[in-house]
């Protein structure tokens, strides 16, 4: 009984001292449920691909994860894959009374092949295959009876009562047969290994084989510890933490890289030794898996753990530099605040403040002990500062100073926040503290702090920013408060005024950065500018983030800037001589603090901390920065789909035997599509496990432009027109890092409608069509033309004696017209020869008058016996011939008679031309009467010279060319009502 007490005890303690191997850095751990592989519970074995491709040994066969999707594909005979291995591009598996391989046919698809066939006669009495190891060249399966090598394509069976295990590392490939205990595989056979340890019956079960680099062989047993094999010589690995591991049931072992080895476990998770024995870390169900059975343990090429359980699938991001801190795992809380002090680091959190040994060198990772709980600091930690070399605790109850591990009370009045220096001076005499209630002044004698009773009483001054003599304050709701002290020393608050609207309801904070008070609102990013007095717009930091919304800013030692933007943290990187650089960290979005409880404390570039919702995460950031340069990553292509009314693959996402990490994958549909199958699905992944990875694509044919990054692992074109296409995708991850591009060609052939054999038929019947409507036409066209003939003939008899008849009238009607001609000709002549006699007839009457005036006159003169009245006489008959010469009335007489003889001839030409004068009317009737210029010269009184300048003016006003005379173009005039009407038009 003793003894079985000393036993559990002592299981005790080294359970106890294991855990504290941990450290306080846990990694991040995804769970995979059934519910989101959608497969069987239990997953028994893991592999790797050399691509990246991730396979479990599942309840319902072969299960593929890619680091998107999820597949599973079932053995011929439905059984349970109970173990498998990957080599040369074939995914050898075994399973009930089955062995074969997973390859990959041209489509890409990946298909199964059974072995089994192969199998020699009478060798074939075997049931589940357990394990499966690659050796050389061959691959060899184990099973309780037999152990079958597949060697040069054909399968070599070695038979036993009992094999209970084979494995491999790197030196010897090692079973363990019932009668026989360890053998080794030489020279094409098993043989012996000999041991100071008793392997036969069922002393021993044997589980895992291993690498210890210079150290050997590593081999763990079930239940009876761990051993190594050197130069032949087999040592018990013999240690407190291993031996208290031997009792949780190991059941797998990998080597992580050459240093470490991870060990599941059936009862307690898992755990990562050293070459030395030395158990550097072990994580359970308490920090996270889904269960402590662990069937199977692997990690992939980003040195991942990833474990196969009875009920899922978990992954271990143990290569992270991104860990998690919980100070206590009984009681997780959120943390507030942390500070690196002395010698140790404390974090404050919901249920109090934590503290731990820290290396001198900062390195979290060699951290070996636990985090303890400071001395009467229960209750919730909100803000840690150091003062005058001393460490201040901010609390819902008070304000405390931490001393030694523990805590004292300084103010228990009000809930603090946090303490500030109000001078450089060092050790300030006066200091600040943020509280509930407004802000108080604490003065520092001897070593003390002492609480004057000095405050200044408003809202919660939760963010205290002080820069020389500026001090603000501000609250998330109520707005900013200016500091100010009066002439006893009592601090005063103004409220701020907000003229220029800067401030908004909530999210108003307040950061010192780079020397700077920075104001940080809903409406953007301010600075304070000493020389107004007041804030503005900061272009510096607008510029960085443009119209986000911050929380939370920080400065590290490096002058990088670190921020929180809607619970999602990054750092704006100065380190480079280019322009900053923003780095997130999308693995923790949305599982940072956020509502006005933000917090980032970086200590150097290896170490920062950010508040979560459980503890802290740490993160090393110089090793994060480094991470994206580390692993190769790609991206692939995982499927492409063709569908009409069902699917049709085209692609299965695999290609043999190939690693495409520097290329990417490249893949040329080797048949053509048909266009009603002209709707294409693609799916891609990046097997990349430790970070967000985003993707960017195209269709080259269909698009131009790369579709935005996102996280979408698949894209859809429906209804593409006949063509040749190229499916180009990229993947970046969340350090930056561009992978190379994967790409898809296929061509969609043209509907059938549009193809070249279409093209001919219908050329074909198109010259058949038109040599049917051509030899129609033909014989159309000589019916059509005979009758054409006829018609012709007819017509032309027909125009023949139209043409006659219309003759003949043409010939009467010529006839009559000339005769109308002749007797208008006559009729003008007797008008005009009417119109002469009543002119000369006139101008005798006028003569006649003037002669028998004058005769009269001249009988009176003759009678007149006195001179002087002789003379007079005479005068006045020369007068009466110069008043007849003179005479309007005889000029009016004339144009009268004249237009009656000649058609309206003055009347029709002053209306053409109005601008002509009486005398110019007079000279165109003596014109159109075709008398001589010398009978004119006479009629008008002038000289012939003169009649000759009026005649060359009166052209002038006709605007008669110089070729057309006048005595023509007058006697058109009046000709005839015809000439009367062209004339017109053409003046006008």
């Not at 099973?143 to 070599?156: L, Q, Y």
């Not at 609390?395 to 109000?422: E, M, Y």
Request: proline content about 3%.
């Amino acid at each position: 009984m003793k003894k079985r007490l000393s036993t559990i005890l002592f299981t005790l303690f080294s359970t106890v001292h294991v855990l504290a191997q941990n450290g306080i850095l846990i990694p991040d751990i995804i769970n995979f449920s059934k519910k989101i592989y959608e497969s069987g519970n239990q997953n028994r074995a893991i592999d790797q691909d050399q691509r990246g491709l991730l396979y479990f040994a599942n309840d319902d066969g072969l299960l593929v994860f890619d680091g998107t999707y999820w597949k599973t594909y079932p053995l011929p005979n439905g059984c349970i894959v109970r173990s498998l291995a990957v080599k040369d591009g074939r995914i050898y598996v075994g399973g009930q009374q089955e062995i074969g391989y997973f390859f990959f046919d041209e489509k890409g698809v990946l298909t199964y092949r059974s072995l089994k066939p192969l199998i020699p006669p009478g060798e074939t009495e075997f049931t589940d295959v357990w394990r499966i190891v690659r050796w050389g060249n061959d691959v060899f399966f184990q099973s309780n009876k037999r152990i079958f090598r597949w060697h040069e394509g054909k399968i070599i069976a070695y038979k036993s009562i009992n094999w209970a295990f084979i494995g491999a590392s790197k030196q010897m490939l090692i079973a363990q047969e019932y009668d026989k205990g360890l053998m080794v595989f030489k020279n094409d056979q098993w043989m012996p290994l000999a041991s100071p340890y008793d392997f036969t019956k069922d002393k021993v079960a044997m589980r895992a084989v291993g690498d210890l680099g210079e150290q050997g062989t590593f081999m763990a047993t079930l239940k009876s510890g761990c051993y190594t094999i050197r130069d032949g010589n087999i040592r018990r690995l013999e240690t407190p933490s291993l031996t208290a591991m031997g009792q949780q049931l190991i059941q797998s072992v990998y080597n992580i890289d050459t240093a470490r080895i991870v060990i599941a476990t059936r009862l307690g998770g898992y755990y990562i030794i050293n070459t030395r024995g030395e158990i550097v870390q072990h994580m359970t169900k308490e920090e996270g898996l889904q269960s402590n059975a662990v069937n199977a343990v692997f990690s992939d090429k980003e040195k991942n753990i990833w474990l196969g359980l009875n009920n899922g699938i978990d992954m271990v991001v143990y290569n992270s530099p991104i860990n998690h801190i919980i100070p206590s795992h009984d009681n997780k809380g959120p943390g507030y605040s942390a500070s690196l002090y002395g010698d140790r680091l404390y974090v404050g959190t919901a249920l109090g403040l934590y503290s731990v040994p820290i290396p001198s060198d900062n390195n979290f990772h060699g951290i070996k002990e636990d985090f303890s709980p400071v001395r009467s600091s229960n209750g919730l930690v909100w803000g840690l500062s150091i003062v005058n070399d001393q460490l201040l605790m901010g609390k819902n109850d008070g304000a405390f100073l931490i001393r030694d591990n523990t805590s004292a009370p300084i103010d228990s009045s009000t809930g603090f926040w946090s303490f500030q220096s109000l001078t450089a001076q060092q050790p300030s005499p006066r200091v600040i503290a943020g509280a509930y209630n407004g802000v108080h002044i604490y003065y520092y004698q001897g070593g003390k702090f002492i609480n004057p009773k000095s405050h200044a009483f408003f809202e919660s001054a939760r963010n205290i920013v002080v820069m020389g003599d500026d001090i603000w304050v501000a609250h998330p709701y109520q707005g900013l408060y200016k500091i100010d002290f009066n002439d006893s020393g009592r601090p005063l608050s103004r409220p701020y005024a907000d003229k220029r609207n800067f401030l908004s309801a909530g999210h108003n904070h307040l950061f010192r950065i780079h020397d700077k008070i920075v104001l940080v609102t809903r409406k953007g990013i301010y600075e304070y500018d000493r020389s107004i007095r007041d804030f503005s717009p900061s272009t510096f930091f607008n510029k960085i983030f443009g119209p986000a919304t911050i929380s939370y800013l920080r400065e590290d030692n490096q002058g990088n800037i670190w921020f929180i933007e809607d619970k999602k943290p990054g750092v704006v990187d100065f380190s480079s001589s280019k322009n900053p650089v923003i780095i997130r960290f999308p693995e923790i979005n949305n599982r940072v603090l956020g509502n006005d409880e933000e917090f980032i404390y970086p200590i150097d570039k290896n170490n920062v901390l950010i508040a979560s919702e459980t503890g802290f995460y740490h993160i090393d950031y110089e090793r994060y920065r480094q991470s994206g340069r580390d692993h190769s990553l790609r991206v692939l292509l995982r499927s492409v789909t063709a569908y009409h009314k069902r699917d049709s693959t085209l692609f299965g996402g695999y290609f043999y035997g190939k690693d495409t990490a520097a290329a990417g994958d490249v893949y040329d549909l080797k048949r053509n599509i048909i266009h009603k199958w002209n709707s294409i699905h693609v799916e891609f992944s990046s097997p990349y496990f430790g970070g967000v990875v985003e993707y960017s694509c195209r269709l080259k044919g269909y698009e131009r432009e790369w579709s935005q990054w996102s996280k979408k692992t698949e894209r859809t074109y429906t209804n593409l027109p006949a063509g040749n296409y190229e499916f180009e995708v990229m993947a970046r991850n969340n350090t930056g890092r561009q992978s190379s591009m994967s790409r898809v060609t296929f061509t969609i052939l043209p509907p059938w409608y549009e193809t070249l054999f279409a093209y001919l038929v219908y050329a074909a019947l198109i010259i058949a069509i038109i040599y049917f409507f051509y030899k129609r036409q033909q014989k159309k066209y000589l019916v059509q033309h005979v009758g054409r003939l006829k018609k012709q003939r007819e017509r032309f008899e027909e125009e023949q004696r139209r043409q006659q008849y219309q003759h003949q009238l043409e010939i009467e009607k010529n006839e009559k017209e000339i005769i109308r001609l002749k007797n208008i000709k006559l009729e003008a002549e007797v008008e005009h020869n009417n119109a002469q006699l009543a002119s000369n007839t006139m101008n005798l009457l006028q003569k006649r008058e003037l002669l028998n005036k004058i005769k009269d006159e001249i009988l009176i003169i003759q009678e007149e016996q006195e001179p002087d009245k002789r003379t007079k006489n005479v005068r006045r008959i020369i007068k009466i011939i110069n008043e007849q010469l003179e005479s309007i009335d005889d000029w009016e007489r004339f144009s009268q008679y004249f237009d009656k003889s000649n058609n309206d001839f003055l009347k029709i030409l002053k209306e053409l031309y109005p601008q002509l004068t009486a005398a110019d009317l007079k000279l165109c009737a003596y014109l159109r009467l075709n008398l001589s210029t010398k009978a004119i010269a006479d009629l008008l009184n002038l000289s012939i010279r003169g009649v000759e300048s009026s005649r060359y003016r009166l052209r002038k006003k006709l605007s008669l060319e110089g070729d057309l005379s006048l005595f023509d173009f007058l006697a058109t005039i009046g000709s005839s009502e015809q000439s009367r009407s062209g004339n017109g038009q053409l003046q006008h």
